[in-house]
């Protein structure tokens, strides 16, 4: 038997290939179906099964793709419907893989087709258990996604909690938990940073799991729960209804342009998307871009702040392009018109002007900051409850744009997260919305406590 877990820290993804005697299973793969493909060809194993633990909402899974280039079978668990063959199993059927087998547990409340599935080793004994977005690692999914007009989210709480007590929390306490998420992701309130578990820890350590009774753990689960990303309900439906393939979006929408071509995009109403790091971002970019670096959690961040319907043309590192473009429609964003050839340097030599954001470094931010100076603090509300700076306005960057007619575009702004990924995230797209005062503070709240800025806890409505 051989398990391995594909763990993709942009979306906080973990997929996961399993293997017995030469067959292979693959669990909620990513959109590129070639890293299962090459590792099935390496291992010289087939891969007979694509199991999804629930039509994803955070990402497009690869298992359309995946399941015809190796002629495979796509699982999902009971009550699922999809528009592509799928076999749809029965709650507690088993899988033959090899000498291992794959039992299903159907586990509703994150949605309705939630499942898990329980692997027995060669001697039959209970050895992991993928939960997909039932249970993490210090959480559990989120059960506000799958809400109709008959089914509200206290509703989905509830099957939740009986999945977890009936089916997961029965398991004996040394088998591995191998969930589908970890820290950053969205599809839980606050996952832990490790990627696996056992079910013996999580009852010790899962706040959810301390519950007890249905009621406690519906009022604890649902308790500062934000809004989901907007971008969630679109890949939900992908997932469920199909999608283009891989290879030939990306053929598509990786398309070299001349500065003349970049120009005549933006005429026409694409926004641009400015994909380097924050630091180099800020010396010089083009105006009104929109600034989400490679190098954090890129994809679910677009997700968040970008209309999916919106046409994009990107700028990005020598390189890099084909990457922004994959990770992009790893999360359903496949209306990407191509990219700048040559990249910001291109755009200057041919004699465009470019606009920039004005830094500072923490030590200074402490040494100039006063009493009535305005600042915004685009952290998440969990971390404003870890303390704040003094008279500073809370706006999640999820929801900035929507609160910028309640900022004054005459004041300065200095903008700041936990680290400077997000601040310039902000302070780019206060620009974009004629916001010309703004100082992004680099490090942000980190690097300003180490500055010996003292923090204080927010004040409660």
Same mark, same amino acid.
């Given at each position: 038997?051989?398990?391995?877990?594909?763990?993709?820290?942009?979306?906080?993804?973990?997929?996961?290939?399993?293997?017995?005697?030469?067959?292979?299973?693959?669990?909620?793969?990513?959109?590129?179906?070639?890293?299962?493909?090459?590792?099935?060809?390496?291992?010289?194993?087939?891969?007979?099964?694509?199991? $999804?633990?629930?039509?994803?909402?955070?990402?497009? /899974?690869?298992?359309?793709? &995946?399941?015809?280039? #190796? =002629?495979? !079978? +796509? %699982?999902?668990?009971?009550?699922?419907?999809?528009?592509?063959?799928?076999?749809?199993?029965?709650?507690?059927?088993?899988?033959?893989?090899?000498?291992?087998?794959?039992?299903?547990?159907?586990?509703?409340?994150?949605?309705?087709?939630?499942?898990?599935?329980?692997?027995?080793?060669?001697?039959?004994?209970?050895?992991?258990?993928?939960?997909?977005?039932?249970?993490?690692?210090?959480?559990?999914?989120?059960?506000?996604?799958?809400?109709?007009?008959?089914?509200?989210? $206290?509703?989905?709480?509830?099957?939740?909690?009986? /999945?977890?007590?009936?089916? &997961?929390?029965?398991? #004996? =306490?040394? !088998? +591995? %938990?191998?969930?589908?998420?970890?820290?950053?992701?969205?599809?839980?309130?606050?996952?832990?940073?490790?990627?696996?578990?056992?079910?013996?820890?999580?009852?010790?350590?899962?706040?959810?799991?301390?519950?007890?009774?249905?009621?406690?753990?519906?009022?604890?689960?649902?308790?500062?729960?934000?809004?989901?990303?907007?971008?969630?309900?679109?890949?939900?439906?992908?997932?469920?209804?199909?999608?283009?393939?891989?290879?030939?979006?990306?053929?598509?929408?990786?398309?070299?342009?001349?500065?003349?071509?970049?120009?005549?995009?933006?005429?026409?109403?694409?926004?641009?998307?400015?994909?380097?790091?924050?630091?180099?971002?800020?010396?010089?970019?083009?105006?009104?871009?929109?600034?989400?670096?490679?190098?954090?959690?890129?994809?679910?961040?677009?997700?968040?702040?970008?209309?999916?319907?919106?046409?994009?043309?990107?700028?990005?590192?020598?390189?890099?392009?084909?990457?922004?473009?994959?990770?992009?429609?790893?999360?359903?964003?496949?209306?990407?018109?191509?990219?700048?050839?040559?990249?910001?340097?291109?755009?200057?030599?041919?004699?465009?002007?470019?606009?920039?954001?004005?830094?500072?470094?923490?030590?200074?931010?402490?040494?100039?900051?006063?009493?009535?100076?305005?600042?915004?603090?685009?952290?998440?509300?969990?971390?404003?409850?870890?303390?704040?700076?003094?008279?500073?306005?809370?706006?999640?960057?999820?929801?900035?744009?929507?609160?910028?007619?309640?900022?004054?575009?005459?004041?300065?702004?200095?903008?700041?997260?936990?680290?400077?990924?997000?601040?310039?995230?902000?302070?780019?797209?206060?620009?974009?919305?004629?916001?010309?005062?703004?100082?992004?503070?680099?490090?942000?709240?980190?690097?300003?406590?180490?500055?010996?800025?003292?923090?204080?806890?927010?004040?409660?409505?």
């Amino acid at each position: 038997m051989y398990i391995e877990q594909l763990y993709t820290n942009c979306l906080a993804e973990a997929a996961y290939y399993i293997e017995s005697d030469g067959v292979a299973a693959i669990i909620d793969p990513l959109r590129e179906t070639s890293p299962y493909i090459e590792l099935a060809k390496r291992r010289n194993a087939k891969i007979k099964y694509v199991f $999804e633990t629930h039509f994803h909402a955070d990402f497009v /899974s690869g298992h359309v793709d &995946l399941a015809r280039e #190796a =002629d495979a !079978v +796509i %699982v999902y668990g009971p009550t699922a419907e999809a528009g592509f063959d799928i076999l749809v199993a029965k709650d507690n059927e088993e899988f033959i893989l090899g000498s291992i087998i794959l039992k299903v547990l159907h586990t509703p409340g994150h949605t309705m087709e939630s499942s898990c599935f329980l692997l027995k080793d060669e001697n039959g004994n209970d050895h992991a258990v993928f939960t997909g977005d039932t249970l993490f690692v210090g959480d559990v999914g989120r059960p506000d996604l799958a809400v109709k007009s008959d089914l509200t989210r $206290e509703n989905l709480a509830g099957l939740l909690y009986n /999945s977890l007590n009936i089916k &997961l929390k029965t398991l #004996a =306490d040394d !088998v +591995i %938990v191998y969930p589908a998420h970890g820290a950053g992701s969205a599809c839980g309130k606050n996952i832990g940073k490790e990627t696996f578990s056992t079910i013996g820890q999580q009852k010790k350590y899962n706040y959810a799991l301390q519950a007890t009774s249905k009621e406690e753990f519906v009022s604890a689960v649902l308790d500062g729960l934000t809004d989901p990303p907007k971008y969630f309900f679109m890949d939900a439906l992908l997932n469920k209804n199909g999608y283009s393939r891989i290879d030939e979006l990306m053929k598509k929408n990786t398309v070299a342009l001349s500065t003349l071509e970049f120009l005549k995009e933006i005429e026409k109403g694409a926004l641009v998307l400015d994909t380097r790091d924050a630091d180099i971002f800020e010396k010089g970019f083009i105006s009104e871009s929109v600034n989400i670096g490679l190098s954090g959690q890129y994809a679910p961040w677009v997700g968040a702040i970008i209309d999916a319907n919106k046409p994009l043309v990107l700028i990005a590192e020598e390189g890099k392009e084909a990457e922004a473009i994959l990770r992009l429609a790893r999360v359903g964003y496949e209306n990407i018109h191509g990219y700048l050839k040559g990249g910001i340097k291109e755009w200057e030599n041919t004699g465009n002007s470019i606009d920039n954001v004005v830094g500072i470094d923490p030590a200074d931010f402490v040494k100039t900051i006063k009493q009535d100076d305005k600042i915004i603090d685009v952290r998440n509300q969990g971390e404003w409850e870890t303390g704040i700076i003094e008279g500073a306005t809370l706006i999640s960057l999820n929801n900035l744009e929507n609160e910028l007619s309640l900022l004054d575009k005459t004041k300065h702004y200095y903008i700041h997260c936990a680290g400077g990924y997000r601040s310039m995230m902000a302070s780019s797209l206060m620009k974009k919305n004629g916001f010309t005062k703004i100082t992004n503070v680099r490090g942000g709240v980190n690097k300003v406590k180490e500055a010996g800025l003292k923090l204080v806890l927010p004040i409660k409505n």
